[in-house]
């Protein structure tokens, strides 16, 4: 299925105080184990269907992609929300961690790895040329850019909540 293009240059309105940025992913080491790449693998797309079906969970949406080192892009409404997904005993995430941690950690097979951002709105600045909906933008507001948003300066200046593209 083709994805919308969207001609001319657009930015994200993030209508919030501040958003949470989490990279996640993983490297095939040993990448001729396919087997156990393939199963370390498998757990995420079930977490991201349990977010996706789980507004409340507090991701607002992500980007993903693959090659021997994988990378998810991800955004929170808060670390609060991130944490409370990755410790809760019914969400999809900690059974896999912990079979992780038991089996696989130390022997070099697969590496894991993550970084976690708490980014003020008004450290913001996004721009998209001819992109379909993508990052910041497809997980919170889509929206031209215009008079007020034209330059990096504008965008990244705005206060929090703020108009994306001012009126008149």
């Not at 997904?85 to 038991?102: I, N």
Request: some cysteine; aromatic content about 10%; proline content about 7%.
């Amino acid at each position: 299925m083709a994805q919308e293009i969207f001609s001319g240059r657009f930015t994200a309105d993030l209508e919030r105080e501040s958003v949470t940025v989490f990279l996640i992913g993983m490297r095939a080491n040993r990448w001729w184990k396919l087997g156990t790449v393939a199963r370390v693998a498998a757990a995420m797309p079930r977490m991201l269907r349990h977010l996706a079906n789980n507004p409340a969970s507090g991701m607002l949406g992500c980007e993903q992609w693959f090659g021997r080192t994988t990378v998810l892009l991800s955004y929170w409404e808060s670390p609060e929300h991130l944490r409370k997904f990755a410790a809760d005993s019914e969400s999809p995430h900690l059974e896999p961690w912990r079979r992780f941690m038991k089996e696989l950690a130390g022997r070099g097979d697969i590496g894991v790895w993550h970084e976690t951002y708490q980014v003020p709105a008004a450290g913001v600045e996004v721009v998209y040329n001819g992109m379909p909906l993508f990052g910041l933008a497809k997980a919170t507001t889509h929206v031209p850019i215009g008079t007020g948003s034209n330059t990096a300066k504008q965008r990244m200046g705005r206060p929090a909540g703020g108009p994306a593209v001012p009126a008149g």
